[in-house]
């Protein structure tokens, strides 16, 4: 019964699906930068926006209070119109109410007056308001359906990634479990398990998925000298390589995603002072030399795993 496998497919279904994930991202990115195209021009025109905005309710604030004075005094009109009746007969009465009447007639006339200057002057700030919130909806509406484009190729490579990353790990599990088969010290060395546990939990997947990775590869890489199937000093920088492919994924991934969101979906220093083409330019490279690095380590492990198999022998 064979101890080792050959694990080989799923480090080529894992370059696979870097190829296709780079492919997506760059679509994705492509499609970021005509929101973004969109997006900039709807914030230069926010403040201009909110700015007629505050000025026609600056104009509106007066309505409601003009609306209830007229309300107020015309009523106090009726009521004293219908209180004429009760004083007929008291000509002194009669006369002060008549007076009172006469002010509440002039007061109401004011007031019917400042209400339909408010009106007009309303009317007059919404016609010219209309157009201003026409052409900026329309550019809310083209900048949400050039986002909703972009979304749709984000949540295609997030979802591709995901693939990736769990391909990567039974990858890994079965290398690792290949490890325990044929060396007794690695009994003592991480559990094949972290090969899955270290991309899901938080702050600790930032580094525990090289660290596995890189502890797989050195001890295959031990066993395989030590049963001199490869040559003590073939070795050579291995730890550069691999440093540097897991040094990549941080960038690409972590912290280019940072840089993207704050470029080009944030308004803080980023949006204004960063070149939003060169930043997009600046994702797509990291993207491209990480994809071409991981491709590099899973060539390498791939070629030790198969002189593991043709050699199982003296396992």
């Known amino acids: 019964m064979k101890k080792i496998s050959n ?21 994705s990115v492509i499609f970021l930068l005509k929101f973004d195209k969109e997006n900039v ?12 905005k505050d000025h026609l309710h600056s104009v509106e604030h007066p309505l ?29 009465a009669v006369k002060a109410l008549q007076e009172d009447i006469d002010r509440t007639k002039k007061t109401l006339g004011e007031k019917k007056e400042a209400l339909a200057q408010t009106e007009q002057a309303i009317a ?19 900048t949400e359906a050039a986002k909703k ?19 990567w790990a039974i990858w890994n599990y079965k290398n690792s479990k290949n490890l325990r088969a044929v060396c007794p010290w690695m009994e003592k060395a991480t559990a094949p398990s972290w090969a899955f546990w270290g991309w899901i939990i938080p702050v600790y997947n930032l580094i525990k998925p090289y660290t596995f990775f890189n502890e797989v590869y050195e001890e295959t890489e031990y066993a395989l000298t030590d049963k001199n199937v490869i040559p003590a000093d073939s070795k050579g920088d291995n730890d550069f390589v691999l440093g540097f492919w897991w040094g990549m994924f941080l960038l690409a991934v972590c912290v280019m995603s ?13 949006f204004y002072k960063l070149n939003h083409t060169s930043v ?36």
């Open 7 to 27: 694990n080989a497919l799923f480090g080529r279904l894992a370059q696979i699906l870097n190829v296709v994930i780079l492919l997506f991202f760059i679509l």
């Open 258 to 270: 940072i840089f993207l969101f704050s470029t080009f979906f944030g308004e803080g220093p980023a």
């Open 41 to 52: 021009v709807m914030v230069n025109s926010e403040p201009s926006f909110l700015k007629a």
């Open 64 to 92: 409601k209070q003009n609306q209830a004075e007229v309300e107020y005094y015309a009523y106090k009109l009726d009521t004293l119109t219908q209180h004429q009746a009760a004083v007929a007969k008291d000509k002194k």
């Open 124 to 142: 007059e700030e919404r016609a010219a308001f209309e157009p201003i919130e026409a052409e900026y909806n329309d550019m809310v509406a083209q």
């Open 280 to 315: 997009a330019v600046a994702a797509i490279v990291l993207w491209c030399v990480y994809v071409l690095m991981e491709i590099v380590v899973i060539n390498k492990y791939n070629k030790m795993n198969k002189l593991m198999v043709d050699n199982e022998k003296v396992f």
């Open 149 to 167: 484009n972009y979304n749709v190729f984000l949540c295609i490579t997030v979802i591709l990634f995901v693939l990736k990353v769990l391909i």
